[in-house]
């Protein structure tokens, strides 16, 4: 059964932390970091989840009031057991349905073919590096996507 995505309540809050950390190691968000994140909702902040009785993926987006501004898809996820299933198609194509008009970018690791692949099929266009952005001297690929009509 494909998971429902739905943006996310407080309650979320201690899975979102745990599947973080699963996903990203070291380089999680601290509990106190997504607390922030989710303390930001009423301002600026779209956090998704793909919900399938438990949290199976999400997805953060700044999203500036001013609509000129770009968003940023700061970052998402899938558990690692429920990945090359399209969950993680599922919370591009519900992000990007609220960035209608807009312009979002994004920072990927240049070896991270899975995200790249992802991005890419959305339409993301790489437009730039930062070259050894990433401790160990990996570049950080920046990825554009503008709706098309
Ligand atoms: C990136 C990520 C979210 C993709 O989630 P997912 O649920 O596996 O993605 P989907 O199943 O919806 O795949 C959608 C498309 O992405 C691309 N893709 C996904 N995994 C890929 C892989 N390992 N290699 C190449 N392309 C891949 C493919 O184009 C895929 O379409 P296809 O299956 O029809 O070929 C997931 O791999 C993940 O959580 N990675 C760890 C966290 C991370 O690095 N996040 C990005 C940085 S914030």
């Not at 999400?58 to 899938?78: F, M, N």
């Not at 790489?126 to 952005?133: A, D, Q, V």
Request: hydrophobic letters at 50%; glycine letters at 10%; charged letters at 25%.
């Amino acid at each position: 059964m494909r998971p429902a995505i739905r943006p996310a309540v407080i309650e979320d809050l201690p899975a979102i932390v745990e599947l973080d950390e699963v996903c990203f190691g070291a380089e999680a968000w601290s509990a106190t970091a997504w607390q922030g994140e989710f303390d930001r909702l009423a301002e600026d902040r779209v956090i998704l989840v793909a919900d399938e009785g438990t949290v199976a993926g999400y997805v953060v987006l700044l999203v500036p009031p001013v609509e000129v501004d770009v968003v940023e898809l700061l970052r998402i996820a899938v558990a690692p057991a429920e990945r090359r299933t399209g969950i993680g198609g599922q919370l591009m194509k519900a992000a990007l349905a609220r960035c209608a008009g807009r312009t979002v970018l994004l920072e990927v690791a240049a070896s991270n073919d899975s995200a790249i692949g992802l991005y890419g099929g959305f339409g993301f266009d790489e437009i730039s590096r930062r070259r050894g952005y990433y401790a160990g001297g990996e570049d950080a690929v920046i990825m554009r996507w503008r709706e098309t009509a």
